[in-house]
């Protein structure tokens, strides 16, 4: 007989916004929007379900959401709130099981397979922990459950908000037969065009693509959907996440295309991620540019160095070439962000110290 394991995805439901009505009754049962000035060039960091029915979604611009709801209310984020928050919910998750893998701020997974003993049902566990998130913090959760870490995921996003979805073993195929081909994780707006023109629109529709096929036509999320489709996930859940990159931008006061401007915009983000590769002892080898244009296209530019870098100036010695190679300087840009990945245990990798007489 199988064995397989039980997992939980756990999901806050609008955290920011959520966290937000809560504190301010003000905003209760209001069209609340975290973000910035709806008068200026901030965007929609989160908002309320109330606020979700008129389209606004995360990342939009704050002004086109009020024109959408000029009846929105709008408020700062506050991450130092929502980090006091997140770090108590987390302390509710390990009072079930040690096997806890954050994803973010507001959600998590959980391997409660071994505590079948304790919990026989994980669906009744999962609605025993969102039970006392909402009595501890008065706030909801959605759980997903099944057998491994993808199904789970899906499932939390079934019975939003405040709902509860379990996956059985025995009936997952069918699951992922009828899933839409865009709730499959991986799947963006791009690659689900290019699925659709192929006449794959569901799960049943992929399944029938042979790997060779999928890997030729899509590349490696192809080989990844082959086996999420199969209902094939063999990811642990690691509770000892590592943080695979650190990131800083920003969204400019006004438009510009003005290089010298922009350069010092590039060094005031390349501080903050030598701040950050100082707070966690780390190093990095790959730089990404981030250029969003008056248009809101964007587009990234990266390189990977051979050895690692942690300061400012070695982060801004490869800034020049990475805006060459955008439009920088003859389009009007919007936002700015620099961010590091490939982070590598700074005591581990070996550094030519600077000595005082190599110093002019």
Not at 26 to 35: E, H
Not at 94 to 115: C, G, M
Not at 286 to 306: A, C, H, M
């Amino acid at each position: 007989m199988d064995t397989f394991r039980k997992i939980i995805h756990i999901d806050m439901d609008a955290f920011f916004a959520s966290i937000e009505q809560k504190d301010n009754a003000t905003f209760r049962g209001k069209p609340l929007i975290v973000g910035g000035n709806p008068k200026g060039r901030g965007v929609v960091a989160a908002c309320s379900y109330e606020a979700r029915k008129y389209g606004i979604h995360s990342a939009m611009p704050c002004a086109q959401a009020a024109r959408l709801c000029p009846m929105a209310l709008f408020t700062p984020p506050r991450m130092e709130r929502y980090i006091e928050i997140s770090s108590h919910i987390m302390s509710i998750f390990r009072q079930y099981t040690a096997i806890v893998e954050p994803l973010s701020l507001d959600e998590a997974f959980l391997d409660v397979t071994s505590v079948g003993d304790r919990y026989p049902s994980a669906t009744l566990l999962a609605k025993e922990i969102c039970q006392q998130i909402y009595t501890e913090l008065q706030l909801t959760a959605s759980a997903g459950i099944s057998y491994n870490k993808f199904l789970a995921k899906v499932a939390s996003d079934i019975n939003k908000p405040h709902g509860i979805t379990t996956i059985p073993p025995k009936s997952a195929q069918q699951f992922l037969d009828t899933l839409p081909i865009r709730k499959f994780f991986g799947v963006g707006r791009v690659t689900e065009k290019k699925m659709r023109d192929l006449g794959i629109n569901s799960g049943s529709d992929l399944k029938r693509w042979e790997l060779e096929s999928l890997v030729s036509s899509f590349g490696k999320i192809g080989a990844f959907l082959y086996k999420r489709v199969r209902g094939i996930d063999e990811r642990p859940v690691e509770p000892t996440r590592i943080r695979q990159s650190i990131g800083s931008e920003t969204t400019l006061s006004e438009d510009t295309k003005d290089l010298a401007e922009i350069h010092t915009i590039l060094a005031e983000l390349a501080e903050d991620l030598e701040n950050s590769l100082l707070k966690q002892d780390k190093g990095a080898s790959t730089i990404t540019l981030k250029v969003r244009y008056k248009d809101f296209r964007t587009v990234t530019r990266s390189t990977t160095l051979k050895s690692a870098i942690f300061s400012r100036r070695e982060i801004l010695e490869k800034v020049p070439d990475l805006l060459a190679a955008t439009h920088a300087g003859t389009e009007e840009i919007r936002l700015l962000g620099l961010s590091l990945s490939k982070l590598t245990d700074q005591r581990q990798v070996p550094r030519q110290l600077q000595f005082p007489f190599m110093q002019r």
